[in-house]
T-cell receptor, first 113, second 114 residues
Framework: SAVISQKPSRDICQRGTSLTIQCQVDSQVTMMFWYRQQPGQSLTLIAT?????????ESGFVIDKFPISRPNLTFSTLTVSNMSPEDSSIYLC??????????FGPGTRLTVL | AQSVSQHNHHVILSEAASLELGCNYSYGGTVNLFWYVQYPGQHLQLLLK??????LVKGIKGFEAEFIKSKFSFNLRKPSVQWSDTAEYFCAVNEGSSGQNFVFGPGTRLSVLP
């Protein structure tokens, strides 16, 4: 299984600013994913991040709002741009394992004031 | 598009009671099926997974799940729950061959009373 770390673990940000979340995997993986989880709710996939290609976004999420980088096989970043209080959530990254399962990071709890 | 439903939003049990959490999915092709657990304040952990073969899958911490293809179901079971099993449980599915389209269910909150 892969071990995934995220930074920061939490942050409080002002409206209109941007935050970049980092995700590090302890092994090389082809596919990484970014999710959003509202408190007490399930996970919603934001985008799939493959190394060497543009991220693939799910319906309702756009690159201008959530730009993603995937510079190598162990690292990815998600930026939440021009934040509003509606962006307050937990942001999770995950990595796909050998059998198409996903392993999750601890999440980044974002509060936008 | 795939979807996953979980039968119960919140389940409350006493210690030593048996547990069964329902999960149904909608997808006509080959699927991989998963159960994840999220303990309070912790991150998601994989409990068990089904890819092929024996439809009865055993996972960590005494959990098991049974894939019934004809019913599009993948119910999670444990014969005797403990207080430490209090958590949120998520069923998930993705496409069998590609691993794409990973979809989570809404989750079931399990509260085990000591």
């Amino acid at each position: 299984s892969a071990v995934i770390s995220q930074k920061p673990s939490r942050d409080i940000c002002q409206r209109g600013t941007s935050l970049t979340i980092q995700c590090q995997v302890d092994s090389q993986v082809t596919m990484m994913f970014w999710y959003r989880q509202q408190p007490g709710q399930s996970l919603t996939l934001i985008a799939t991040a493959n190394q060497g290609s543009e991220a693939t976004y799910e319906s309702g999420f756009v690159i201008d709002k959530f730009p993603i980088s995937r510079p190598n096989l162990t690292f990815s970043t998600l930026t939440v741009s021009n934040m509003s209080p509606e962006d307050s959530s937990i942001y999770l990254c995950s990595a796909q394992g050998t059998y198409n399962e996903q392993f999750f990071g601890p999440g980044t709890r974002l509060t936008v004031l | 598009a795939q979807s996953v439903s979980q039968h119960n939003h919140h389940v409350i049990l006493s210690e030593a009671a048996s547990l069964e959490l329902g999960c149904n999915y909608s997808y006509g092709g080959t699927v991989n099926l998963f159960w994840y657990v999220q303990y309070p304040g912790q991150h998601l952990q994989l409990l068990l997974k089904y890819f092929s073969g024996d439809p009865l899958v055993k996972g960590i911490k005494g959990f098991e799940a049974e894939f019934i293809k004809s019913k599009f179901s993948f119910n999670l079971r444990k014969p005797s729950v403990q207080w430490s099993d209090t958590a949120e449980y998520f069923c998930a599915v993705n496409e069998g061959s590609s691993g794409q389209n990973f979809v989570f269910g809404p989750g079931t909150r399990l509260s085990v009373l000591p």
